[in-house]
Nanobody, 111 residues
Framework: QVQLVESGGGLVQPGGSLVLSCLASESIFSVSAMGWYRQAPGQQPDLVAS???????NYADSVKGRFTISRDGAKNTVYLQMNSLKPEDTAVYYC?????WGQGTQVTVSS
């Protein structure tokens, strides 16, 4: 069973940047896709970004041009670079590895 450890969340002002990391205990090439969901209080999770085993990336329309998903196979790590952050980006961000989710990391965008 894969274990996922997310990090990089925190408090940032609007327009700022954060990078999230997801460290997997297994090869990130062993599943069809990895990526990130986010969940705001009282809402269900929404897909933010994904990357397939072949390297194809996809983004939610709300984050296109601002967020970038990438990976480091040697470190078994997937990243989410978040730029030009907006208050509506505030949520708990969850890494997923196939069907497995991590514990989440809080991102708060506020003045």
């Amino acid at each position: 069973q894969v274990q996922l450890v997310e990090s990089g969340g925190g408090l940032v002002q609007p327009g700022g940047s954060l990078v999230l990391s997801c460290l997997a205990s297994e090869s990130i090439f062993s599943v069809s896709a990895m990526g990130w969901y986010r969940q705001a209080p009282g809402q269900q999770p929404d897909l933010v970004a994904s990357i397939t085993g072949g390297g194809t990336t996809n983004y939610a329309d709300s984050v296109k041009g601002r967020f970038t998903i990438s990976r480091d196979g040697a470190k078994n790590t997937v990243y989410l670079q978040m730029n030009s952050l907006k208050p509506e980006d505030t949520a708990v961000y969850y890494c997923y590895y196939g069907w497995k989710w991590g514990q989440g990391t809080q991102v708060t965008v506020s003045s």
